[in-house]
């Protein structure tokens, strides 16, 4: 079969209504395994777990695994613990990111750590790693096991590479790559591959999901980065800002700290340093990012990873699933619109 090849040219408000009706059957039985296995005789334990959880997100990443497995015609059910496991590796590093950030903020609520604190926190997430080790043995494979193991592992080298590289403006744009794909692309990546396992595909359907999933979650990354930006609180789900106040040197920073004058970078350098970080901070920064082009530039790359994401389910026929997976391509880089 030839394979069709799709541009992305995104459609007037492209949403991810077609993946969730794709994903809803499944969707339903990796919800029931998430509300069982964050059950604890420690109240606590579900309490904080489930503030987070049960707080409003799309949970992007277990669809993704429950869609491929859609894509592959897979029909058994192997894939919902693990879409369950995928999700407690994602909630585990938010509440230990929002600790590390001091955020106080995440999708409009206060967030865990502000509540009841970072040792709580920080323990809870242990258990959420925890469950979704539990998941992956259940599942008797040793290759997914490798998968997930390793996509943890790597996650939290993004995050320490993140970490040592906060309060620096000038990290350059590969290393700030490298952190993304740690931290946000390899479980994106992972979720996509582990149901080519399942399905019993060959090695060219698992790296064709992996590559659909590596560039989906870079590409989503670079938007979420721009948009903090360009986009208020309400749209973002975060303070407006927070990026900018943690001083983390992200893409529209980089882009507009090497394209500006000697002022300019010195305004960068005092604010991702910690010394520039009122709301008329915010304003001029917001101002340097847009009148260098850094904003759109970052859109651009966003929509170059998207790309990507979608040429490499060329490999899988014209189906409803992939579609649909095409089409949540298009919103992750649509959002910046």
Known sequence: MVATVHSLKPRKDPSLD????????????????????????????????????????????????????????????????LAASVEFIHTATLLHDDVVDGSDMRRGSKTANIIWGNPATVLVGDFLFSRSFELMVEDGSLKVLKILSNASAVIAEGEVNQLTAQRQVDIGEDRYLDIIASKTAALFAAACRIAAVVAERD???????????????????????????????????????????????????????????????????????????????????????????????????????????????GVFPTTTAKLAMIEAVEFAVARAY
Not at 29 to 39: G, K, S
Not at 43 to 67: D, V, W, Y
Not at 284 to 300: K, N, P, Q, S, Y
């Open 18 to 81: 077609a993946m969730i009706a794709l994903a809803s059957t499944d969707m339903n039985a990796v919800n029931a395994v998430i509300l069982d296995r964050m059950q604890s005789d420690i109240p606590l334990i579900p309490m904080l777990a489930g503030h987070l959880i049960a707080g409003g997100g799309k949970r992007l990443r277990p669809m993704l695994t429950c869609a491929s497995a859609r894509l592959l015609d897979y029909p058994g059910t192997r894939h919902h613990k």
């Open 203 to 313: 090695e060219r359907a698992e790296d064709a999901l992996d590559s659909y999933g590596r560039n989906l979650g870079i590409a989503f990354q670079l938007v979420d980065d721009a948009i903090d930006y360009a986009s208020d609180a309400a749209t973002m789900g975060k303070g407006q800002g927070d990026d900018f106040r943690d001083g983390k040197a992200t893409l529209p920073v980089i882009l507009a700290h090497a394209r500006g004058s000697d002022a300019d970078r010195q305004f960068w350098k005092d604010a991702i340093e910690g010394r520039r970080v009122s709301d008329a901070d915010l304003a001029h920064a917001t101002r340097l990012v847009r009148e260098t082009g850094a904003i759109e530039d970052t859109f651009a790359r966003a929509r170059t990873y998207g790309q990507r994401a979608i040429d490499a389910l």
